[in-house]
């Protein structure tokens, strides 16, 4: 299902983040966001899986099952990186998903005992594993090296093929990396260049 924004409008007090903004986000494509810190980027990805009202205008396609990966990994600290996983999985089981992100000596260990990096691939997995019809990706690859980098944007391939993902990077060597369609923002309001 495609996502449509239609003159799509969204204020924070006096600041205007979204002004009758319109684009179709087209099911099974991939989009790469790019543009500056504060432009607008994270509200549009909020706004596309239903976390905030638009102020105005009209939005479509939001009955999808959207899986998320947030600027901020979101994991549960009382949890182990097994029950992280588990908590959202719909597909695979957690053992599975901790082998292809090399955290097997780490099942059990919580998110306080893991590095940044670690959380990070956990929190891109668990994601993933959740087996969204859409997927939304915040900056997905920040705190890690390359080669991990590029052992999870594998990852995400694979598990994402046919779906539609929208990934927001300040990085054109990730967009890249990523491919599909780059959209280059600026802002606020949002606005493509």
Known sequence: MDIRFSKVSKHFGALSVLSDFSYTFRDGQTYCLMGPSGCGKSTLLRLACGLLPPGGGRLSGQAQRFSVVFQDNR???????????????????????????????????????????????????????????????????????????????????????????????????????????????????LRLC
């Open 75 to 189: 994991l549960l600290p009382w949890y182990s990186a097994r029950e992280n996983l588990a908590i959202t999985l719909r597909r695979g089981t957690p053992e599975e998903w901790i082998r292809q992100i090399g955290l097997s000596a780490f099942a059990d260990a919580r998110p306080g005992d893991l590095s940044g990096g670690m959380c990070r691939r956990l929190a891109i997995a668990r994601a993933l594993a959740a087996d969204g019809d859409a997927y939304l990706f915040d900056e997905p690859f920040s705190g890690l090296d390359a080669d991990n980098r590029q052992k999870m944007l594998r990852l995400i391939r694979i598990s994402t093929e046919g779906k539609l993902c929208l990934f927001v990077t300040h990085s054109a060597e990730e967009a890249c990396e990523i491919g599909g369609t780059r959209l280059s923002f600026s802002g606020p309001p």
